[in-house]
């Protein structure tokens, strides 16, 4: 690639122009569904783990979360499909 003055040229792809005539597929549709829930779960785990913070204290709960989490990874790392 050449430079003029420390000055680089555009890039030019047509790989916008190829994603803009793809179609609106079940894919697309299940991505957003999936970010809503994603969404709705963070603001009621929010509200939920904020009052129990305020009523168990942040330590004690961050230790339940993690001896929550920890046999649920481990139990997940031998879950075969």
């Given at each position: 690639m050449s430079t003029t003055a420390g000055v680089q040229?555009?890039?030019r792809s047509t790989i916008p122009a190829r994603l803009d005539r793809?179609?609106?597929?079940k894919f697309h549709t299940c991505?957003?569904?999936?970010?809503s829930v994603y969404l709705v779960g963070q603001i009621i785990?929010?509200?939920v783990f904020g009052r129990l913070s305020d009523q168990l204290g942040r330590?004690?709960?961050l230790?339940?979360?993690l001896l929550l989490y920890l046999p649920g990874?481990?139990?997940a790392a031998f879950n075969r499909p």
């Open positions: 040229e555009p890039i793809l179609g609106w597929s991505m957003g569904l999936i970010a785990g929010a509200l330590r004690r709960l230790m339940v979360t990874t481990g139990a």
